[in-house]
């Protein structure tokens, strides 16, 4: 079963709008952390923004946020006044608890292209 | 602070031989996993090292190994190439147990012809 998704494939946002990007995921550990991370077509996976199950408060790090609903096992990244160079792959990940000396590996959706049009 | 490291950023292999590839975590990072992205099966896990040992394994067949040094950095190693392990290599650095962000290297791209 699928534990990251990512429904849309795509996206366009024009500049200067906020944009949404969804990601559902699917656990049954009461302990896991949520990231998101941005590629552009260099490759670099750019770290982004971390959720842990247990932070009360919705995480935040500049013009990101994510929009953290534990009931619905969702967790979308917000992004406020899109600029160009926003336009690239964003990835959600999950990590569970680590087991056995492990810290987790990350398991990935499979991305949105985002698009800021000018 | 430096971020990740990952040399060589493309390589160009025959099918048959073999690679080896090379990661430097951020300093005081002490956790290094390497992942595997295809545009067919998307970003996958290989394997995970700390402290030298190997921690955790994806489903890769054998051919995929990988160390870590002293110092925390890490190879990453596929014997008798396959055109299908043409990919983006990536190398994630964390802080260790406990930790939480993940950073990532700017990968490296093999081409296996």
């Known amino acids: 079963a699928q534990k990251i998704t990512q429904t849309q494939p795509g996206m366009f946002v024009q500049e200067k709008e906020a944009v949404t990007l969804d990601c559902t995921y699917d656990?049954?550990?009461?302990?896991?952390?949520l990231f998101w991370y941005k590629q552009p077509s260099s490759g670099e996976m750019i770290f982004l923004i971390y959720?842990?199950?247990?932070?009360?408060q919705n995480a935040t790090e500049g013009r990101y946020s994510l929009n953290f609903q534990k009931a619905r096992k969702s967790a979308n990244l917000v992004i406020s006044a899109s600029q160009l160079g926003d336009s690239a792959m964003y990835f959600c990940?999950?990590?569970?608890?680590?087991?056995?000396?492990?810290?987790?590996?990350?398991?990935f959706g499979k991305g949105t292209k985002l698009s800021v049009k000018p | 602070k430096a971020g990740v490291t990952q040399t060589p950023r493309y390589l160009i292999k025959t099918r048959g031989q073999q690679v080896t590839l090379s990661c430097s975590p951020i300093?005081?990072?002490?956790?290094v996993s390497w992942y595997q992205q295809t545009p067919g099966q998307g970003l996958q896990f290989l394997f995970e090292?700390?402290?030298?040992?190997?921690?955790n394994k994806g489903n890769f067949p054998g051919r995929f190994s990988g160390r870590q040094f002293s110092n925390s950095r890490s190879e990453m190693n596929v014997s008798t190439l396959e055109l299908g392990d043409s990919a983006l290599y990536l190398c994630?650095?964390?802080?260790?147990?406990?930790?939480?962000?993940?950073?990532f290297g700017q990968g490296t791209r093999l081409t296996v012809v």
């Open positions: 994630a650095s964390s802080v260790g147990q406990g930790g939480t962000e993940a950073f």
């Open positions: 656990t049954s550990d009461p302990s896991y952390g």
């Open positions: 959720q842990g199950s247990y932070d009360q």
């Open positions: 990940a999950m990590r569970e608890a680590h087991m056995g000396g492990s810290q987790g590996n990350l398991i």
């Open positions: 300093s005081g990072h002490r956790s």
């Open positions: 090292y700390f402290s030298e040992t190997q921690r």
